[in-house]
């Protein structure tokens, strides 16, 4: 490898890196700052509102038009389970 190739390919590799690590950096930032969001998504699936909401939506109380996946209990168990395991994942990291 010439010096001139030697260079190119660590540049190559300096580019992927940076940009790695400015992709993961916003993605952090972005995972911090819904915590709140998934504290309180989390204490309303807990909840007895959860419970008489999915209820309302099974009895048809509820317009035809409305996005519900909140009232999906898979949607909200794996997006806090996904929250939980990214979180231990970064606790892991420190």
Not at 15 to 24: F, H, Y
Not at 62 to 68: A, M, T
Request: charged content about 35%; cysteine-free.
């Amino acid at each position: 490898m010439t010096d001139i190739q030697r260079i190119a390919h660590y540049e190559q590799l300096l580019d992927r890196v940076t940009e790695a690590a400015g992709e993961l950096e916003a993605a952090l930032e972005k995972f911090r700052s819904v915590q709140d969001d998934a504290a309180a998504l989390a204490a309303y699936y807990e909840s007895g509102d959860w419970r008489r909401d999915f209820e309302d939506d099974e009895a048809g109380r509820l317009p035809p038009d409305l996005k519900r996946g909140v009232l999906s209990e898979d949607a909200v168990y794996n997006a806090l389970s996904d929250n939980d395991r990214l979180s231990a994942v970064l606790k892991a990291l420190e």
